[in-house]
């Protein structure tokens, strides 16, 4: 075993590992034997592609060159095709936003400069897919809208109701359409109605619900928070709502993409369900006698993009120490078969441990979190050393992170340097009460439970005061800056894509997030002078730590603007830091190339602010 400093371990995860190992894959759909899902590989320039493993388990790219499988509707997108029965797949390509459909050929099915789509489904007469449109403008319109398969470029409306739509669900029969739909300011996870021909039966005003199944012509399943957990719930054409299974787990995450399912029905009837806190495991739910069985399987959280033919399921699945896969799963036999896995596990013995944590606040209230510890095979510090620790803030601020396999946790934890991924007051995944600590309070409930747990950590023992960074990106980056500007607890602070200024976000921001500051911090023009002070921008001194920030400069969420306006502020104040911009870049970085160089400078940033020489 060589002694050697935190930080200046050697360790064969290279940036290039990180960048390159991983083949980022989505939104499988399983017919029969067959089974289609999307992915990005390493080498495709960011590009989603489309693949098809047949039931012989030649595996294949759906779309000619050329085309690029991705919908840009809400600008984060989701499910980008739909496999028709029978033969032929509808995608939205990304280049013109249109549905095409591909076979032997490749048919437009929209007409140019209609719109975006995304959410697709069959139509029950098999002749049409019904789907969400969108109308760029000011403000976008949108639609679900039943697209003809023929060629024909007719596109029929047949919902206008809200202001966003989702889940368009047509029942058993064909006589009735369900859907999910919500209004600015709400976010979907603030505020969504089931209807059904137009008529709401379930949620809203302050009810979240999803994800609508039929479960005949006069009821159907639906998932919903009115308990203060994402449960189930079984609801009929009046209205009258029966909780399924009353537990306070969650059932699904907030709805930033469209065209997943968290739950679906078996033709017996029970349900196949996702269930749990922090992470999603598989579960099968009778929706009669209330009995929840857990489906084994080497996968401990799974992805809400189920899809299910007869009794076999597919989704994305999750393990501390196993690649993220596309996995079919038999749920009679329980066989569970990787279709397609993100990455091989090269160099597996230098990937950390990780334990789930809980830190208390000076509020009392629980802070959630995964650790992992600085680990090498082949190296330890010196005696009585600390090591230095950075606290990993996900984005959202609606969202959580969770304990699957992360080659770039171990590119860092492999050197000396600890991770401490946060799910701060805020976070999805641990209840509606927790999801609501953050309203009213972006950049106080966040950066108080970064303090919280950065304090902690040196409490115990296991991290050195004086060399704690802190890192996340998007609406993660946000929370660097304030902490930055905010807080002496962290020595280095890393922004991907972050905000800087909250009323330049309010007046630059894309639709689906207009409202979406009115609950974090409050509605404009009369919360002005609260976004002026909360804002990172304004607030830079010499007691600023210094700063990497990171940007792409064709990002629509978080445009370059802001990390440019914080830059002057930075300067004026001699804060040490560095800027990088990717010209090709948009919101999260999907170049293997612009993933490794941010690699490289954050370590290079990190050794230089913590005090190490890195190998």
Not at 141 to 157: K, M, N, P
Request: hydrophobic share 40%; charged share 20%; aromatic share 10%.
């Amino acid at each position: 075993m060589i002694v050697a400093p935190y930080g200046e371990w050697e360790s064969p995860v290279s940036a290039a590992d990180v960048a390159s190992a991983r083949i980022r894959v989505g939104y499988p759909h399983v017919i029969g034997d067959e089974v289609w899902w999307q992915e990005i590989p390493p080498d495709s320039g960011g590009r989603t592609r489309v693949m098809h493993r047949a039931a012989d388990g030649t595996v294949t790219a759906v779309l000619p060159p050329g085309y690029e499988a991705r919908t840009r509707v809400h600008e984060y997108g989701g499910k980008s095709y739909l496999p028709i029965p029978g033969g032929g797949l509808v995608f939205a390509n990304h280049e013109d936003q249109r549905l095409y459909l591909v076979g032997d050929t490749v048919i437009p099915l929209t007409p140019e400069d209609a719109g975006r789509y995304a959410d697709f489904v069959m139509s029950p007469d098999g002749s049409e897919v019904w789907c969400v449109r969108e109308i760029p403008g000011e403000p976008p319109v949108r639609s679900i809208v039943a697209v003809a398969l023929d060629g024909s470029g007719t596109v029929r409306e047949l919902v206008n109701t809200g202001d966003f739509l989702a889940f368009p669900t047509p029942s058993p029969d064909g006589e009735s359409l369900a859907w999910i739909c919500w209004n600015r300011p709400d976010m979907p996870w603030d505020s969504a109605e089931l209807r059904v021909d137009g008529r709401r039966l379930v949620g809203g005003g302050g009810e979240s619900v999803f994800a609508p199944i039929w479960r005949d012509s006069e009821s159907l399943y639906v998932i919903s928070d009115r308990s203060g957990w994402w449960n189930p719930h079984r609801v009929d054409l009046e209205g009258k709502v029966r909780d399924l299974y009353p537990v306070e787990e969650e059932f699904t995450e907030p709805l930033w993409q469209l065209g997943g399912r968290p739950f679906e029905l078996l033709p017996d009837g029970r349900l196949v369900v996702l269930h749990g806190r922090g992470a999603l495991r598989l579960g099968i739910l009778d929706p009669e006698t209330g009995e929840l069985t857990d489906v084994a399987t080497p996968y401990t959280s799974f992805a809400t993009t189920l899809s299910v033919d007869g009794y076999t399921v597919t989704s994305v699945g999750y393990s501390p120490d196993l690649p993220a896969a596309v996995v079919k799963i038999d749920l009679i036999s329980g066989h569970c078969d990787v279709v397609r896995a993100e990455a091989d596990v090269v160099h597996g013995e230098y990937f950390p441990s990780v334990e789930a944590v809980e830190f208390k606040g000076d509020d009392g209230l629980v802070v959630h979190g995964f650790l992992y510890p600085p680990s090498n095979p082949r190296f330890r510090a010196p005696d009585g050393e600390l090591p230095p620790y950075v606290l990993w803030v996900h984005g959202g601020p609606t969202g959580h992170s969770t304990s699957a396999l992360d080659v770039g946790k171990a590119y860092f934890t492999s050197r000396g340097i600890g991770v401490l991924d946060l799910n701060y007051g805020g976070s999805s995944g641990y209840g509606r009460a927790y999801r609501d600590r953050l309203l009213g309070n972006w950049g106080v409930t966040d950066v108080a439970d970064a303090v919280t747990a950065a304090r902690a950590l040196v409490a115990q023992g296991r991290a050195d005061s004086e060399r704690l960074g802190i890192r996340g990106g998007s609406a993660g980056g946000w929370t660097v800056l304030v902490a930055a500007t905010r807080s002496t607890v962290f020595s280095a602070g890393v922004s991907y894509f972050g905000v800087s200024d909250l009323k330049l976000l309010a007046e630059q921001t894309h639709d689906f997030e207009a409202g979406y500051l009115d609950s974090l911090v409050g509605p404009l023009p009369e919360s002005a002078e609260l976004y002026r002070e909360r804002s990172p921008l304004g607030h830079v001194s010499s007691d600023t730590c210094p700063l990497l920030l990171l940007q792409g400069l064709i990002d629509p969420v978080v445009p370059p603007s802001q990390a440019v306006a914080l830059i002057g502020e930075l300067s004026e104040h001699g804060v040490e830091h560095t800027y990088l911009a990717f010209a090709k870049e948009s919101h999260g970085f999907r170049r293997p190339e612009n993933v490794r160089a941010s690699l490289e400078a954050e370590i290079a940033f990190y050794a230089r602010v913590f005090g190490f020489t890195p190998r």
